[in-house]
């Protein structure tokens, strides 16, 4: 892991402010970047910070949530079972293009003559607005004010509007709005240069994606309709124009395949505005024919012909301000990081917010990075947030899982297992992971999910949800560990329960016996499965008949089930104190991070996989996420041994690792370490950490960074419902406050230096623990906790070597070794 400054922005660029981001200054230098950091998005529709007038760009981009295409699966040797469908999402029809002249001069960013110049997304208000003064060639002013908005009420809508205003001069302007088909090649510019290998990167098509089904133009509205050749998915965008000035202007129109046009001739006067307001509709079916999404793109205009632009834009202030409401954490004294949390807050929104039970892509609906494939990530670090801020939104995310369960199911038997097993990476539910050893060797995403849906129905006390279509979730992932194991008698003569052949969170070591993390999530979903059976039987005699016998339950499973739990390996080794990650980890010799040059990070850019696998060496904290997850398992003194131990072998060449260090460092007392570690979470994206921003938003790292404040700073804990707290804030941060859900109350968390403090603003109230202490906390009682001291502060770990010199039970001596990488030029590529 590579620290950062506490503050790594280029602030006369991008001032601090406490409620937008803004860029003062244009850059062509890392326009992939800021096309992702100014995206704007809903979870259903998507679109990244390209200018209204199309120049200059890295990478346009509109998406929409699960809309993809398929393609076979290609591999050099087969072999039973391997995933065979790719998925990718699609890049629709691009509806930002506003293109702009004046004297017939194009407004072209990165080259015309700006006065001024500002561009910000406002949190509160979900706009993308830009204010600049544009010095035409002709000596011309023109100043030119634009929104941006992608509907958080209406979530097939998007809306733009332009104001341009000659300041000096009169001139003939023209304002060409348009809909593009990017994704089959129609661009009137060069594409961006390829930019060499990168797997977390989408692929391209080999042909035509999107096929023209219908178009049409009528009364200021255009449209262009598309069924996708393979996966047959159907798409219609819309577009409706207004245009709103004294200036006397003519219209003209052209629609063909691939492109249509609204274009408006202007005379433009000095002092005279002219505005231009542009509606967007998409609508998107898995198989309606384009003709029935015409009439629905219709409608979508018709209600903001209606109703005004201006009632959408406080619709969406309104939302705006019922989500802060319920989540925004507000941090005393440090106004930078208070910026980057909002900012990253938001992009949670715009990832989640109206998915509406489908699945939540990696990079959410701001850029094609990972194909636009679902991981385990939603589960892990984005349901937590969404439970305790918008447990609506995160049943819609848990839905999506539970809509996936047959095929699942049928994934299972593939593999020559009984109950199910989710994809490791997917948009229609097929495993799309072509690369099983560090794919669908992942059994662990199993776990997780049955994880998130405890924790939801322990949270927001939904157990009707958790009765009726959690139970199936749960039951089917069970029945996968049973079966995915088997029992040994060990020297000792104890049978034990192991779990061979699988991959875990880290994919620098792939393919192991009794991964800790997987077995460690396994257990906790077989006792959950068998607590939750055995409380609906009393609860709910009606639900539970319905699940056993639907599903052929027996109380002999139930107890296998039981009983698989209490034998699970949990691996520990007596020699170094510690939990190895698997059950030879620790025979592999370290590799030496610290003197590994900067330049081979991250390292599945630069070695081969075989050669990582030989060594112990983390992508991602893999046993330290454990002792989080599953924390009330392990002592404290076992999670600072296994923490001081994985330290060092981390690279966080995963952007999912930071926050998961920051978490446990703080609670074993590295509170320096754990700063540090949020701080790599938290700029990810905003200092573009590891280089890939471009490519979209890390939705999993900013869910985590809400973890690491929470779990981490505040020490929230809340094992089977309970919830606990443990303070650890930061020195230099004078308060922390935040907002809660627990049981349809909304607790306000108060965290300072000496005390703790609890508000019930809605709902009946809460039981919550205070370093061992229980408080009942209800309406108009407030609870204030004093506190003594923020935990314990440990110097932070020296260096980055690893401890080596030390003697395995089999006597042989722990070696750090930086392998050679190979050559450039022997990697095959030109």
């Known amino acids: 892991m590579r620290w950062i400054a506490s503050d790594p922005l280029n602030r006369s660029r991008f001032p601090i402010e406490p409620w937008r981001f803004v860029e003062l200054e244009p850059s062509l230098d890392d326009l992939g970047v800021t096309e992702t950091l100014f995206a704007v998005g809903n979870g259903y529709l998507g679109m990244r910070g390209n200018p209204e007038e199309g120049r200059k760009s890295y990478a346009h981009g509109t998406f929409i949530n699960g809309f993809h295409e398929t393609w076979p699966i290609k591999h050099a040797e087969e072999a039973f079972g391997f995933a065979r469908t790719g998925q990718t999402i699609v890049n629709v029809p691009d509806a930002k293009l506003i293109k702009i002249y004046v004297d017939d001069e194009p407004l072209t960013l990165g080259i015309s003559d700006l006065d001024s110049y500002e561009r910000a997304i406002d949190f509160r208000t979900g706009c993308l607005t830009r204010d600049i003064v544009w010095r035409t060639p002709a000596g011309k002013r023109v100043q030119l004010r634009s929104r941006r908005m992608v509907s958080f009420t209406d979530r097939h809508l998007a809306l733009f509007e332009i104001e341009l205003t000659m300041l000096e001069g009169d001139a003939p302007v023209v304002l060409s709005s348009q809909l593009v088909n990017r994704q089959d090649g129609f661009d009137d510019y060069r594409r961006a240069e390829d930019e060499g290998f990168d797997p977390r990167r989408a692929g391209k098509f080999n042909g035509r994606v999107l096929q023209p089904r219908q178009q049409w133009e009528e009364d200021q509205r255009i449209a262009l309709g598309y069924e996708t050749s393979e996966s047959g998915m159907t798409l219609c965008v819309a577009a409706d124009h207004q245009l709103d000035t004294s200036n006397p202007f003519e219209i003209y129109s052209r629609v063909e395949e691939d492109q249509a046009k609204q274009v408006y001739r202007i005379d433009a006067r000095a002092g005279v505005p002219v505005v231009i307001r542009k509606a967007v509709a998409y609508h998107t079916s898995r198989g309606v024919p384009v003709i029935e999404l015409y009439d629905r793109c219709r409608r979508t205009l018709d209600r903001v012909r209606d109703k005004g632009f201006e009632f959408f834009f406080e619709a969406q202030r309104a939302w705006l301000d019922e989500f802060w409401l319920d989540s925004d954490v507000e941090i005393g004294g ?42 385990w990530d939603t589960e892990i670090y984005l349901v937590p947030f969404l439970i305790y801020t918008a447990p609506r939104i995160a049943r819609n995310a848990l839905r999506y899982r539970v809509n996936l369960l047959p095929k699942a199911r049928e994934r299972a038997r593939v593999l020559g297992q009984d109950g199910a097993l989710f994809p490791w990476r997917t948009i229609n539910g097929e495993e799309a992971s072509a690369y099983y050893a560090a794919g669908t060797a992942q059994y662990h995403i199993d776990a997780d999910i049955a994880h998130a849906f405890a924790k939801y129905s322990d949270v927001t006390g939904d157990i009707d949800f958790m009765y009726r279509d959690g139970a199936a979730v749960m039951v089917e992932t069970a029945r996968l560990w049973a079966d995915l194991g088997f029992w040994r008698t060990e020297a000792d003569g104890c049978e034990r329960f192991h779990i061979h052949g699988v991959t875990g969170p880290d994919e620098y070591t792939a393919v192991v016996n009794n991964n800790m993390f997987t077995n460690v999530m396994a257990r906790a979903n077989l006792r959950r499965t068998v607590a939750l059976l055995k409380e609906m039987e009393v609860n709910d005699p009606r639900a539970h008949d319905r699940v056993v016998t639907g599903l052929g339950v027996t109380p002999q499973e139930i107890a296998e089930w039981e009983r698989c739990a209490d034998g699970m390996v949990i691996p520990f080794d007596e020699t170094f104190g510690i939990h190895p ?28 996989p075989l050669v990582i696998y030989r060594y112990q060496v983390l992508k991602q904290a893999d046993v330290v996420l454990a002792l989080f997850l599953q924390g009330d398992q392990f002592t404290r003194e076992e999670k600072r041994a296994d923490f001081e131990y994985y330290d060092p072998i981390t690279t966080g060449d995963s952007t999912l690792s930071g926050v998961v260090q920051s978490v446990i460092a703080a609670e074993v007392g590295y509170q320096d370490m754990a700063m540090q570690y949020f701080l790599t979470g938290l700029y990810v994206d905003l200092a573009d950490i590891h280089a890939n921003a471009r490519d979209g938003v890390h939705i999993a790292s900013t869910g985590g960074v809400w973890n690491a404040l929470i779990f981490g700073f505040a020490g ?49 109230g809460a039981e919550v623990e205070v370093r061992g202490e229980l408080f009942h906390l209800l309406p108009e009682n407030r609870v204030r906790v004093p ?44």
């Open 334 to 375: 440090q106004p930078a990081i208070q910026q980057a949390v909002r900012w990253c807050l938001f992009q949670l929104a715009q990832a989640a917010a109206r998915s509406d039970q489908l699945g939540v892509p990696a990079k959410g609906v701001t850029g094609s990075g990972y194909e636009g494939h679902y991981f």
């Open 581 to 608: 990650q698997d059950e030879k980890f620790l025979t592999s010799e370290l590799w030496d991070l610290e003197n590994t040059p900067a330049d081979k990070f991250p390292l599945l850019l630069n070695f081969h």
């Open 716 to 764: 929230m804990r809340d094992y089977h419902g309970h919830i606990s707290f443990d303070p650890r804030l930061p020195a230099e941060w004078t308060e922390m406050r935040f907002p809660l859900q627990i049981r349809e109350s909304r607790i306000r968390v108060l965290l300072e230096r000496d005390a703790i403090t609890f508000d019930v603003e809605t709902g009946d």
């Open 787 to 830: 506190l003594h001291g923020q935990g314990e502060q440990l110097p932070s770990l020296t260096g980055r070597n690893p401890v080596t010199g030390g003697r395995r039970a089999d006597g042989s001596v722990v070696t750090a070794i930086v392998p050679e990488a190979p050559e450039p030029d022997l990697l095959g590529t030109e």
